[in-house]
């Protein structure tokens, strides 16, 4: 998936990322991103086949401390509520 120049110029390229679990149980694929003017992050949707990927620009850009270095996003059971909800943590 490209970046469109049309989310601003300061998002340069995705670099690696790794899935994650929304609110929903949908997968995401959070990813780092080449940002000259912050820590960011982003939210990556992947359609249920795997086939598709998306991102809402509005939403889909987070501000991440350290999200322009490489990072790991671990599962942390105080935080989910069954069947992967996330209960402290909106994504």
């Given at each position: 998936?490209?970046?469109?120049?049309?989310?601003?110029?300061?998002?340069?390229?995705?670099?690696?990322g790794g899935?994650v679990?929304?609110?929903?149980?949908?997968v995401l694929?959070?990813?780092?991103?080449?940002?000259?003017?912050?820590e960011t992050?982003?939210?990556?949707?992947?359609s249920?086949?795997?086939?598709?990927?998306?991102i809402?620009?509005?939403s889909?850009?987070?501000?991440?401390?350290?999200?322009?270095n490489?990072?790991?996003?671990r599962?942390?059971?105080?935080?989910?509520?069954?069947?992967?909800?996330?209960?402290?943590?909106?994504?």
């Amino acid at each position: 998936m490209a970046v469109d120049s049309l989310w601003g110029s300061q998002y340069d390229n995705w670099l690696e990322g790794g899935a994650v679990l929304s609110r929903e149980v949908n997968v995401l694929d959070e990813l780092r991103v080449n940002n000259r003017e912050s820590e960011t992050a982003a939210y990556i949707e992947v359609s249920n086949n795997g086939r598709k990927l998306s991102i809402d620009p509005k939403s889909g850009f987070i501000h991440f401390p350290g999200g322009c270095n490489k990072f790991v996003v671990r599962f942390d059971g105080a935080t989910v509520t069954g069947a992967g909800q996330l209960d402290t943590q909106q994504i």
